[in-house]
Structure formats: structure tokens, C-alpha cells
């Protein structure tokens, strides 16, 4: 069991690579660690939110998120701009690489939902969607 479902999070993540290099995003993908890319779907989920709000969201302290978002500013996925109304507040959003690697998750995880829901009959595929909302629910607790 242990193998393939290693053979099939790296055939994953091979297609989000494919996918990505296919819409444009850079290299850097390579880079990025699993971590950061909950920063960035976070990011992404909430709009703009502030250094606060994402440490809330992702259940890290805010000099984890902090150093998080400095390094994905370094990248080039991630801005930081002070809030007009409090100047101590800062808030972060994503720049156009960053919406087009989000994008490209998207993409990656619909081109691999058609490869399987067309490799399994219909039964099966039902099957493997419901074994996996099972999981979902079991992972997150």
C-alpha cells in the first residue's frame, strides 16, 4: 500500500509540475516547499488577509508566518502592503506569479481528476471519491 500511494502523490506532483510549466509559471515551483504553498492557497483563500489573520488560518505563530511570507516576497508570489487605515497592520496578497502558480494547482488537480474519473468506470470512480472524502475528514480530525 505504502508504494503506490508514494507512486501516486509523485505522479501528482509530476502533472502539477507539467501543468505549470505549461500556463507559464516559472522554475520556481521546484523551490517552493509544501509549507509555502499553504501560504500560498491560504493567501489566496482569504483575499488579503493580515499577517494575523493567516497565523490564524494556517495555526503558526506570526513570526512563523513572519518569515514565511519574506521568503515568498523574495520569490515573487507574495506582496505586503500597510493598511491605510492602521499603519501597524500589513496585509498580503498575491502577485501575478502568485495567482498564476494557484492557477496552475487548480488546473493540475482538474487534468488529474479527468485522467482518473476516465481510467475508472463509474462505479469505481464514485467508489474512489467517496473513500477519499473519507480520508479528508479523517485527516483533518
Do not use: C, W
Not at 8 to 37: E, R
Not at 56 to 76: P, R
Request: avoid cysteine.
Amino acid at each position: 500500500m505504502e508504494k503506490i500511494l508514494i507512486e501516486f502523490v509523485d505522479t501528482l506532483d509530476g502533472l502539477l509540475k507539467k501543468v505549470t510549466a505549461k500556463v507559464g509559471v516559472d522554475s520556481g515551483l521546484s523551490k517552493l516547499t509544501i509549507n509555502q504553498f499553504h501560504y500560498i492557497d491560504a493567501i489566496n483563500n482569504l483575499g488579503e488577509p493580515t499577517f494575523t489573520e493567516l497565523a490564524a488560518e494556517l495555526a503558526v505563530t506570526k513570526a512563523s508566518v513572519t518569515a514565511g511570507i519574506n521568503k515568498l516576497i523574495a520569490m515573487g508570489y507574495v506582496i505586503k502592503t500597510q493598511s491605510s487605515e492602521d499603519k501597524r497592520v500589513f496585509h498580503v496578497g498575491l502577485t501575478e506569479a502568485g495567482g498564476q502558480l494557484v492557477q496552475a494547482k487548480y488546473q493540475a488537480l482538474a487534468e488529474y481528476g479527468e485522467f482518473i474519473t476516465g481510467a475508472l468506470s463509474e462505479n469505481e470512480a464514485r467508489q474512489f471519491e467517496e473513500i477519499l472524502t473519507k480520508l479528508v475528514k479523517v485527516f483533518k480530525g
